[in-house]
């Protein structure tokens, strides 16, 4: 093996080691409920646009937009249906969140917490 090579080698070695805690950190939620407060983080590098979060199927809530790397936070009191019933903790509790929006390139975004989430 020639010096240079090995010099390379323990280079991607070195570089592998020090990419290996970034690549498996366990990333963070993007929606968190804790305390009867919603909890939305926009963990890419796009807006969101038309931010529309759904508590149970019917409690709506939402925002025009969401920067990139921000959060929406709003408690759950905050909800509520077309009929203008808001949600009460006392009576209910969090099943489901459903978020959609669009990106600022037009893509749609949708995502999902609780009942109906993939595992």
Do not use: Y
Not at 1 to 26: E, F, N, Q
Not at 57 to 74: I, M, Q
Request: glycine share 10%; aromatic share 4%.
């Amino acid at each position: 093996m020639r010096p240079a090579d090995s010099i390379v080698r323990r280079g991607l070695l070195v570089l592998a080691l020090v990419g290996l805690p970034a690549g498996c950190s366990t990333p963070r939620d993007v929606i968190i409920v804790d305390e009867g407060i919603v909890t939305v983080e926009n963990q890419t590098d796009q807006e969101w646009r038309s931010v529309r979060v759904t508590v149970n199927d019917h409690f709506t809530g939402g925002a025009p937009s969401l920067p990139a790397g921000s959060r929406l936070t709003a408690q759950l009191s905050q909800f509520q249906t077309g009929l203008g019933q808001k949600f009460d903790r006392r009576r209910q509790s969090v099943v489901k969140i459903e978020v959609t929006a669009t990106s600022a390139d037009g893509k749609p975004v949708a995502l999902k917490w609780g009942a109906d989430q993939p595992k």
